[in-house]
């Protein structure tokens, strides 16, 4: 990588940050003939591949071998499966460490000038990285989210997501602070490996993004495992050092929860508090640079944003995918043609099972006073769920009242991540509960249960 302290360098598109949207960006205007430079703070790659959504996956996929073995112990498998973390550690890295030098030779096939550090604005169209100041016609931040800073006495002490999982061993026992999909996913994670799982929210509910039905279905499945969920339970100081962390919570700190580390899954918020949004007039808020429909910056046009950097309604790397696209069609046309096209986004918390979720929850459908049929079923005894040992399954379908269109899904179950997408195809092209029914779906799956909904 480049870093050399030159006078400033001139580029019509310069990239703040090279994870999923940035990358993105890079590749399709330089494709176009653009001359492209990029500047990012850690790794090529960004949070879902290197410390995200992919590492993840990968302990789940363990998680998910130990949660069938002991659910089918005594029903053809014989019991004491147990996870190596080390090896698992080991696999993970396979995965993700050839990542980084895998993009930069994609970067320097294309000409695309990779710079090594914290870029922060300079002027409108200028930005510093370490000492070179980099011009761009246009300039785009894609520098993704990062854990919000929580205003909590020893906050400092606890691990980050990506701490946790680059953990060489895992202890004995664990807290998460925030009762959000990363403290779930991993707290399913760490349990199957054997720790001791404490989750704690200060809210009266977890997952509240979610509809809160089918979240009970997941409480009760959790729980099940051990893990131990306290609601209603503002922490209010973190002492001790790994190894001995004490976390006091409640409204007066009156429990104590005793746990070798302790882990930040309190939430993310746009990773843009350093980079002097000001001295670029860039208009920006709690949830991001502020945009127009084009995604390009309400207060300065030089600059467009896209991903978890900006104001948008979700944080999710396929709609960071989809918006850093149209970002980079309305660069390379020399003026704002198009906008991001997200009608129907699906989203999952990969727990064991998984609980997906695509369109309306009950709770804003009656909000909006909209009139909605519902169909809510307890799956746990169908077919799909029991030749597995899957004791805990639900799903809820929302239909508009007239047309049967469908409104929302919530599913949680095997394979609820992938039935979601057919959910999601529907709703994108407008199909009915009885044009699902006329559906042939291959048969014994998760998907055929469809017709058993509708």
């Known amino acids: 990588m480049s870093n050399s302290k030159t006078a400033p360098k001139h580029y019509d598109v310069v990239i703040l940050g090279a994870g999923p949207a940035g990358n993105r960006v890079a590749t399709l205007c330089a494709a176009a003939g653009k001359r492209v430079a990029i500047a990012e703070a850690l790794q090529l790659g960004g949070t879902c591949p290197l410390r995200g959504c992919n590492p993840k996956k990968i302990l789940i996929a363990a998680a998910e071998a130990i949660a069938r073995s002991t659910a089918l112990s005594g029903r053809g498998i014989e019991p004491g499966s147990r996870i190596n973390w080390a090896q698992l550690m080991r696999f993970k890295n396979d995965f993700v460490e050839p990542i980084p030098d895998e993009i930069e030779n994609v970067f320097l096939e294309r000409g695309i000038e990779v710079f090594e550090g914290k870029a922060r604005f300079a002027g409108r169209n200028s930005v510093e990285v370490g000492e070179q100041v980099l011009v761009g016609g246009k300039i785009v931040i894609a520098v993704g989210a990062e854990p919000q800073k929580l205003p909590i006495p020893g906050a400092e002490k606890l691990l980050l997501s990506d701490q946790f999982l680059d953990l060489e061993q895992l202890p004995e026992s664990v807290v998460f602070v925030g009762g959000g999909y990363i403290s779930f996913e991993f707290a399913h994670i760490a349990a199957r490996a054997g720790a001791r799982a404490t989750i704690i929210e200060a809210l009266d509910q977890v997952l509240s993004g979610f509809d809160q039905d089918i979240v009970e279905h997941l409480l009760q499945a959790t729980r099940a495992l051990g893990v131990d969920i306290h609601t209603g339970m503002p922490v209010q100081s973190i002492d001790g050092a790994n190894g001995a962390m004490v976390v006091r919570a409640g ?62 309604p979700f944080m999710l790397t396929p709609t960071a995918d989809r918006e850093a696209e149209a970002v980079a069609r309305n660069i390379i046309a020399g003026e704002n043609r198009v906008k991001p096209d997200l009608p129907v986004v699906p989203s999952c918390v990969f727990t064991i099972p998984p609980l997906a979720t695509v369109g309306a929850a009950e709770a804003q459908l009656k909000q909006a006073g909209v009139e909605y049929d519902k169909v809510f079923k307890n799956t746990a005894k169908w077919f799909t769920a029991e030749v597995i040992g899957l004791e805990h399954s639900a799903i809820k379908l929302l239909l508009e009242k007239e047309s049967q269109k469908i409104l929302g899904v919530h599913i949680l179950g095997h394979h609820a991540e992938e039935m979601i997408n057919v959910f999601a195809l529907a709703m994108r092209f407008g199909l009915t509960a009885a044009d699902l029914k006329k559906m042939i779906w291959a048969y014994p799956t998760a998907v055929y249960d469809i017709k058993h909904l509708v």
């Open 251 to 312: 409204h007066k700190g009156e429990r104590e929860f005793p746990a070798e580390i302790a882990v930040h899954g309190a939430g993310r918020v746009p990773a843009i508090a350093d980079l002097r949004l000001e001295l670029a007039d860039v208009a920006y808020g709690r949830n991001g640079v502020r945009v127009n429909d084009y995604l390009q910056s309400i207060s300065n046009p030089h600059v467009y944003a896209a991903g978890d950097a900006a104001d948008t």
